[in-house]
């Protein structure tokens, strides 16, 4: 017999280490907190704005906090490349398409 090899885990390292909760970030945990309660409202129809808006400069952890925020809400989220969607127009339509159709994880499949 010999040694059992060690294996890379499958994926992004992005991915295999995300924040698996708010205790795991690093700054900003007001902020984030603030989003999480934010979208757990929103999910239960609570929710008094229609919409939540992340800015500042990069690096600080939006899309970080966006997904883990979702997560936590038991919502999926949806990405979009900024330079996808510049104008009210972009984003209505990718939102209606987004309202007409269904994720694979909500039939279960991925």
Do not use: H
Not at 34 to 57: H, I, M, N, W
């Amino acid at each position: 017999g010999g040694a059992a090899q060690a294996r890379e885990p499958s994926g992004l390292w992005t991915d295999r280490y995300a924040p698996k909760s708010l205790d795991d970030l690093i700054g900003n945990a007001a902020a984030a907190k603030k989003v999480t309660d934010y979208l757990r409202a929103f999910a239960q129809g609570r929710a008094e704005k229609r919409a939540a808006l992340l800015s500042g400069p990069p690096g600080i952890g939006k899309t970080t906090t966006a997904k883990l925020a979702c997560k936590l809400a038991g919502l999926d989220a949806v990405e979009f490349n900024a330079s996808d969607v510049r104008s009210k127009a972009a984003v209505k339509s990718a939102a209606t398409d987004m309202a007409d159709n269904r994720t694979l994880l909500e039939f279960g499949v991925a």
